[in-house]
Nanobody
Framework: QVQLVESGGGLVQAGGSLRLSCAAS????????VGWFRQAPGKEREFVAA????????YYRDSVKGRFTISRENAKNTVYLQMNSPNPEDTAVYYC??????????????WGRGTQVTVSS
């Protein structure tokens, strides 16, 4: 079993920066791929970024490429999402998810409860 807890959300001005963290319990976390997803009010949940267990493969949705960076520290059981130059369209609840297979889809076995990110213009 893996339990995930997101943190670091809050209110940020457009053009600022914010770093989200996804802390995991469970010794097997370092062998799991991790994805970040988000859901804005009235919209469907969507993929944001994903990273392989070793960190050698990463994927991003087009709209965040060049602005967001996903990384991980397996020794700390933590995955990060660095958000630079966010804009109001990035406002959403952000969720991290972990699973055996690296994917841009929702097929992760474990999900956190999310952290709210609000970007003001």
């Amino acid at each position: 079993q893996v339990q995930l807890v997101e943190s670091g959300g809050g209110l940020v001005q457009a053009g600022g920066s914010l770093r989200l963290s996804c802390a995991a319990s469970g010794r097997a976390f370092s062998s799991y791929a991790v994805g970040w997803f988000r859901q804005a009010p009235g919209k469907e949940r969507e993929f944001v970024a994903a990273i392989s267990w070793s960190g050698d493969r990463v994927y991003y949705r087009d709209s965040v490429k060049g602005r967001f960076t996903i990384s991980r520290e397996n020794a700390k059981n933590t995955v990060y999402l660095q958000m630079n130059s966010p804009n109001p369209e990035d406002t959403a609840v952000y969720y991290c998810a972990a699973g055996r297979t690296l994917s841009t889809a929702f097929q992760y076995e474990y999900w956190g409860r999310g952290t709210q990110v609000t970007v003001s213009s």
